[in-house]
């Protein structure tokens, strides 16, 4: 008994020190997104390679964590899951490794090189997209009367649609569409929004509606609303109204139009150790291959990130229905949309929110 | 015998300690030992507290005033921008464009030039992305050879020959600066000195003065329920106090996100007491009270949240009031108004104060409550310190709005020691 014991503990000792390095941390958002990330890529990596994995849902503050870990000298995360915006800055900040897409992603089952699949969606150095995500509104389909939201300054439109709305509580976004319902062509917009004159414009169309506005700063928060019959209409992710939609079955209909397309990937921070940068390489190419990608479909309403997995997009893995038309990338879906502009919002994002801070406590 | 050794003692000069050295350095080495190892046995919790509590908290507020990297980015550049004078209004000569390719040649290898960018960027709309596109032209340049450099920098970006983008770098080039305390008090540096923001940019002393209204309406709210709350706990038989203080202090073991969510439940337009005004025909349907995302909704969940730091003190205090001095004063011929405000509350006076500080202290710096039930106009000043450390990475100004509110704070408390006296508190 007591050998047995013995080398139990000797065997454990052993094993250890390599069973540590079989580890990595992921940092992404939590909730339904980080559980369908867990069944297409962490379980089928796990299997595959017996590295464990460590879920960390710190992605909102993923930025400034990063800067945090990186003037401490101990960065311990290995991938992170960041919206564009926040890669864009990550690498700026020179926390975050390039990427050669051609050379470190997998090529599309074509052979179509990694760079060519993802297209215009690798808008930084640093960042790999995964999946592409809408904000848009959804309504309550039994407080909007006989006529349903088919636009989007239905949400100016206080007379046809009373009652509140919610918006999230920053510019982005909100001073597009408000804009646009003040009569600013779309091509157009972003011309308007970088003179103090259209940010006034937008801010007095949005002063037509503050008092039925509901501000929400969680992703969460529209759901609930909408549940609750809080609010008529309210803009939030694509992939939060579809589980109102079809998982908690609310009276809730989706109303696409000038929907905001946003990109969410990995990064690999900046001044890893040889052996973890491997480490998470082998998981990036792994994780983001076109069958992978097609894969978190089955799980979460939002597109995948390469062209070449459009078509293996299929029903959800639970509940049997057809992603597809869930999809925001859907044409049907996909009539009037925005591309979140990065650039521009790297240049105005802290004036522009200076003065919808003001606006807003006023 | 002792009688007749003590003159000797004195004659032969100071008093020795059993092993001849004289009593007073004796006695002074072993209270020195004494205090070693006092020492020694704090030692791991001041190191601690240094280590983990004032060395960081300390060079947070240092960032405050620290800009050291526009020096560090832009070394010669710096150099040649003291020499120009900005009030001409003529743009800088060749040297500087020179120095500034040969300064951003390598900051971009070291990819430091977009972190310049971004801090720029606080300053001046467009610097961000005017760092991060000229970045990628002039690491093609070699600043040995390719001079001059003035007109292809203004080729590259017409912005590097506007007057402002080099007026902007050279007012906030300086290693410590003033400009994230002036950004704090909605005010900005410029060329000819602090001036203020525009009016529709100006939000952070509107915030400071309503983080400051509001946690004082927050303590005062506070002292008026936790009084009869504490007086009750304090005057009922022993049995019957310690379940009402379970009842205390349930709340305050629960989870704060909970208690602030279940408050969302309870005030929202279709929450409960909207429904059960509704349903005694208190309000109409159409008309549902606003409880909630306004400073009501704050005021009201802060309130709950923080009552218990109110009462625990306050009961230590009442629970040591002699019930004899209220049956004197009464049979003195006082009122019972007479007896309570004469006699009781005078002497529950430290427990309120106790109170007091805690609440307010506590509310002034909340962060997650305001932010949940507060919308627009019941968020505090600590809202905005949250969105520029993990929104914005603006970390001066946050340090810079750090340290103003650790200031107030300190100030208040100096007032309340000058006009209460800080003896006068109790915890019990």
Redesign the interface.
């Known amino acids: 008994m007591k050998t047995k014991l013995t080398a139990l503990v000797v065997t454990t000792a052993l094993v250890a020190p390599a069973a540590m390095a079989q580890e990595m941390t992921i940092v992404s958002w939590g909730g339904a997104y980080s559980k369908s990330q867990l069944r297409a890529y962490h379980e089928p990596y796990t299997a595959k390679t017996g590295v464990s994995i460590i879920n960390d849902d710190s992605s909102a503050e993923a930025v400034a964590k990063l800067r945090a870990m990186d003037e401490a000298g101990n960065v311990t995360w290995d991938v992170v899951d960041v919206v564009a915006a926040d890669a864009i800055r990550l690498c700026d900040e020179g926390l975050a490794m390039e990427i050669d897409a051609d050379t470190m992603l997998a090529a599309a089952p074509d052979g179509t090189p990694a760079s060519e699949d993802f297209g215009d969606l690798l808008v930084s150095d640093c960042f790999i997209p995964q999946i592409v995500y809408s904000t848009a509104f959804g309504y309550r389909t039994d407080l909007v009367g006989d006529t349903a939201p088919t636009e989007i300054c239905a949400v100016f439109d206080t007379d046809a649609y009373p009652g509140k709305r919610s918006l999230e509580k920053r510019p982005i976004n909100n001073m597009e569409w408000a804009l646009l319902c003040d009569g600013v062509a779309k091509s157009d917009v972003y011309d308007v929004l970088a003179t103090p004159e259209g940010q006034d414009k937008a801010l007095a169309k949005l002063d037509t509606i503050k008092d039925d506005v509901i501000w929400w700063s969680a992703g969460a928060d529209t759901p609930q609303l909408l549940a609750d019959g809080e609010v008529v209409m309210g803009s939030t992710y694509n992939g939060r109204l579809f589980s109102v939609i079809e998982e908690q079955k609310q009276p809730v209909a989706m109303l696409w139009d000038a929907q905001v397309f946003d990109l969410d990937g990995w990064i690999i921070p900046a001044g890893l150790s040889d052996e973890r940068k491997a480490q998470a390489l082998d998981y990036i190419m792994f994780a983001t291959d076109t069958q992978r990608l097609a894969d978190q479909a089955k799980y979460i309403s939002y597109g995948p990130a390469r062209k070449s997995s459009a078509p293996l997009v299929g029903k959800h893995a639970d509940m049997g229905i057809e992603m597809a038309p869930h999809m925001p990338t859907d044409p049907e879906n996909a009539k009037n949309t925005f591309l979140y502009n990065y650039e521009f919002w790297a240049d105005y994002r802290d004036d522009i929110d200076a003065k919808f801070q003001a606006w807003l406590a006023k | 015998m002792s009688d007749a050794t003590q003159p000797d003692t004195a004659k032969a000069g100071p008093v020795l300690a059993a092993d001849g050295t004289p009593l007073k350095r004796s006695l002074a080495r072993s209270l020195r030992v004494q205090k070693m190892r006092a020492m020694a046995l704090i030692a791991p919790l001041l190191i601690f507290v240094l280590v983990s509590f004032i060395i960081p908290i300390g060079s947070m507020l240092f960032r405050s005033v620290e800009n050291g990297m526009v020096e560090q980015t832009l070394p010669l550049t710096v150099v040649e921008l003291q020499a120009w004078d900005a009030s001409t209004g003529e743009l800088p000569d060749e040297p500087l464009y020179a120095a500034f390719v040969a300064d951003m040649v390598i900051a971009i290898d ?3 030039h ?2 310049l ?2 801090r720029m ?2 300053e001046k ?5 005017l760092f ?1 596109k000229s970045g990628r032209q002039i690491k093609k340049l070699d600043p040995a050879t390719d001079g001059p450099f003035k007109d292809q920098l203004i080729e590259i970006d017409k912005k590097w020959g506007e007057h402002e983008t080099w007026s902007v770098i050279k007012t906030h080039s300086v290693a410590i600066t003033n400009g994230y305390f002036l950004n704090a008090i909605d005010m900005q540096r410029t060329p000819d000195g602090a001036q203020a923001q525009p009016e ?4 952070l002393i ?2 400071f003065k309503r983080t400051l209204i509001m946690s004082m309406i927050i303590t005062c709210s506070c002292i008026a329920l936790a009084y009869p709350a504490a007086w009750l706990l304090a005057n009922l038989p022993a049995r019957s106090a310690n379940m009402l203080m379970i009842l205390v202090l349930l709340p305050f073991w629960t989870s704060l996100l909970v208690r602030t969510s279940a408050w969302k439940v309870m005030l ?4 409960v007491i909207n429904d059960v005004l509704v349903w005694l025909g208190m309000v109409s349907d159409a008309s549902r009270l606003v409880l909630i ?1 306004n400073q009501t909704g704050t005021i009201i969940a802060m309130t709950h949240i923080l009552l218990p730091f109110m009462i625990l003190p306050m009961y230590s205090v009442m629970r040591t009031i002699q019930p004899t001095y209220l049956r004197a004063a009464k049979s003195m011929g006082a009122t019972n108004w007479t007896a309570f405000w004469r006699v009781y509350f005078p002497l529950s006076v430290p427990g309120i104060g106790a109170g007091s500080i805690l609440v307010f202290i506590l509310s002034i710096g909340y962060y997650i409550t305001p ?1 949940i039930v507060g ?3 019941g968020v505090f000043i600590s809202n ?1 310190i949250a969105y520029h ?6 970390w001066g100004l946050a340090a810079a709005l750090g340290t103003i509110l650790l200031a107030v704070v300190l100030i208040l408390y100096w007032a309340y020691d000058k006009i209460v006296g800080i003896d006068n508190v109790k915890l019990g």
């Open positions: 070291a990819k430091r977009t972190r960018g971004t960027n606080y709309t467009g610097m961000s992305s991060r529709d940019k100006r939000i509107t915030l929202q337009q279709q929450g995302n932010e919308g627009t106009k905005r450390i993990s929104s914005s990475l603006n």
